[in-house]
């Protein structure tokens, strides 16, 4: 990775993590034992994109198994047979609704921990102290972490998640500040981020979200690891995100959340519109709309 020029580097170090959310939300987390549907319910119902995932009877420990995400779920299905079968028949009509959510049914029944490692992440959890300074969170999140928890072990009850958005948001709110305006008014070639020819991973407008989400996740970059948790000398990760261009290359719009779409293809026209796929977009997932957000377009209008 690049690391930030000195004066972010400064500002970096200065910041409390704890400082760095002004009203942390309520860590809310699923037993190891819980399905994978419990799961799903949960992150629909309060529209987010993770739980930690803890071993049973250790409510008041926090016993951390690992962390799961929406994307952790989407990829376990996606790269099934039976799922995939059933996305096939469905698209070609030889399936009804009704019965693509019976037969994927039994693929939601095992129990969240089965797919704990399935994508290197998820088996890994970083509880980073409150008083840490923010260029730790941000050193993990520039070697592909998504989301680290903050607290104490002698505070359970008061740990709560801290994601790459949360230090975007933080990033943003101070982009004036002396030591950060420098960094920020650079361009990503003059950060080093956009130096030589690389080859471009992308989707086009015409992919159904499957094939684009079984892109985004089978797509891995290999980073040597400074986690001394891991015990790896290496980390494996998926991509964040894939722009979608089309047959010129071109960005390419698309609506802000794949998951609100609850009638297919009626969307909601107060969606925001980015020119990138990312497990964001995995907000408000559900079992009951997993065959509209697997098969719709990139495009629908």
């Known amino acids: 990775e690049v690391p930030p020029p000195a004066e972010m580097s400064s500002f ?11 009203a942390p939300s309520e860590l809310r987390t699923i037993g190891a034992q819980e399905t994978i549907e419990a799961t799903l319910r949960k992150l629909g119902k309060h529209k987010i994109l993770s739980l930690p995932v803890v071993a049973k009877g250790a409510a008041s420990a926090h016993k951390y198994l ?22 096939e028949e469905l698209e070609t009509e030889e ?8 037969d994927v049914e039994s693929l939601l029944q095992a129990p969240v921990k089965s797919i704990i490692g399935q994508r290197s992440e998820s088996k890994l959890v970083f509880l980073i102290r409150p008083e840490a300074p923010l ?18 072990n002698d505070k359970p009850k008061q740990h709560w998640l801290f994601t790459q958005s949360d230090a975007v948001r933080y990033l943003r709110r101070h982009l004036t500040h002396e030591l950060v305006a420098p960094t920020a008014r ?3 070639e003059e950060l080093g981020l956009a130096a030589g ?35 790896d000398e290496k980390c494996v990760w998926d991509l964040s995100a894939l722009p979608i261009l089309d047959s010129k290359s071109h960005v390419v719009n698309m609506r ?17 519109q980015i020119g990138t796929i990312s497990q964001s977009d995995l907000r408000g997932i559900k079992t009951e709309n997993l065959h509209e957000v697997t098969t719709i377009e990139l495009d629908t209008p």
């Open 12 to 22: 970096l170090d200065a910041v409390r993590v704890g400082d760095a959310v002004t």
């Open 66 to 87: 690992g962390i799961i995400s929406a994307a952790d779920i989407l990829l376990h299905l996606l790269f099934n047979e039976q799922f995939v079968s059933a996305l």
């Open 95 to 102: 399936l009804s609704i009704k019965d693509f959510n019976h």
């Open 135 to 152: 260029s730790k969170v941000v050193g993990h999140f520039a070697q592909g972490v998504h989301r680290v928890l903050i607290g104490t």
């Open 186 to 188: 650079l361009t990503l």
């Open 197 to 231: 020819p690389k080859n471009m991973v992308s989707v086009s407008p015409k992919d159904s979200a499957a094939a684009a989400f079984q892109k985004l996740m089978s797509t891995r970059w290999t980073r040597k690891s400074n986690f001394d948790s891991t015990g």
């Open 256 to 272: 802000r959340s794949l998951a609100r779409h609850t009638k297919r293809p009626h969307i909601s026209k107060y969606m925001r």
